[in-house]
């Protein structure tokens, strides 16, 4: 049972223009959301967060929403540069007693930025 | 400043050898954890451990086993391996699980 999805597996963009990737969870324990980004043959670097009580957060040309009665979120970027053309992972964490943190990706998004 | 180094790169290893994947950080992160990244499933955590000698399971960990002897080294090993585990592999670290998780560049398996 999957429960962070991106539905979207590839998402192409003009340079300059906006790029949304989106993100649904079910499990309504999870409390804290990220973004990471990975390029081919790196490991995943981590792009922005949002904690549950807040619903955006921004971070220079990123932006990241939640919508909690929707379990939903979504990482805007603006304007979109060729350099962000690389695989986009969501993930959420749900405290599970304890030290116990928990984080659950989902199968992320190819996104491509065309000059 | 290393940060989270993995080895080896590559590793192609025969059904039922074993192997040990190596994972070290400088940064005296309390927490690390292993990740498989298969095709079209994204990352799944085996392991993680929330300081030296406290080990717990993730969603994949059958096939698997991690101790934490220091605060620096978290290893991952493969007692008997199977092609099913054919994956590349990542740790992370971070300094409490709540926070943004640091990763190594990987390591990629086939197990023929």
């Known amino acids: 049972d999957q429960q962070v999805k991106q539905n979207s597996p590839s998402l192409s963009v003009q340079e300059g223009r906006i790029s949304i990737l989106n993100c649904d969870y079910t499990n309504s324990m999870f409390d804290y959301f990220l973004w990471y980004k990975k390029y081919p043959a790196e490991g995943p670097t981590f792009l922005i967060s949002i904690s549950s009580i807040k619903d955006k957060n921004e971070d220079g040309r990123f932006t990241v929403f939640l919508n909690k009665s929707a379990k939903h979120l979504s990482l805007h970027i603006v304007p979109s540069q060729p350099g962000d053309s690389a695989v986009y992972f969501c993930?959420?964490?749900?405290?599970?007693?304890?030290?116990?943190?928990?984080?659950?990706f989902g199968k992320g998004t190819l996104l491509t930025v065309n000059p | 400043n290393a940060g989270v180094t993995q080895t080896p790169k590559f590793q192609v290893l025969k059904t039922g050898q074993s192997m040990t994947l190596q994972c070290a950080q400088d940064?005296?992160?309390?927490?690390m954890s292993w990740y498989r990244q298969d095709p079209g499933m994204g990352l799944r955590l085996i392991h993680y451990s929330v300081g030296a000698g406290i080990t717990d399971q993730g969603e994949v960990p059958n096939g698997y086993n991690v101790s934490r002897s220091t605060t620096e080294d978290f290893p991952l090993r493969l007692l008997s391996a199977a092609p099913s585990q054919t994956s590349v592999y990542f740790c992370?670290?971070?300094?409490?699980?709540?926070?943004?998780?640091?990763f190594g560049d990987g390591t990629r398996l086939s197990i023929l």
């Open positions: 992370a670290s971070s300094w409490r699980g709540s926070q943004p998780q640091h």
């Open positions: 993930a959420a964490s749900a405290w599970s007693g304890g030290s116990n943190y928990k984080l659950t």
């Open positions: 940064m005296n992160h309390e927490y």
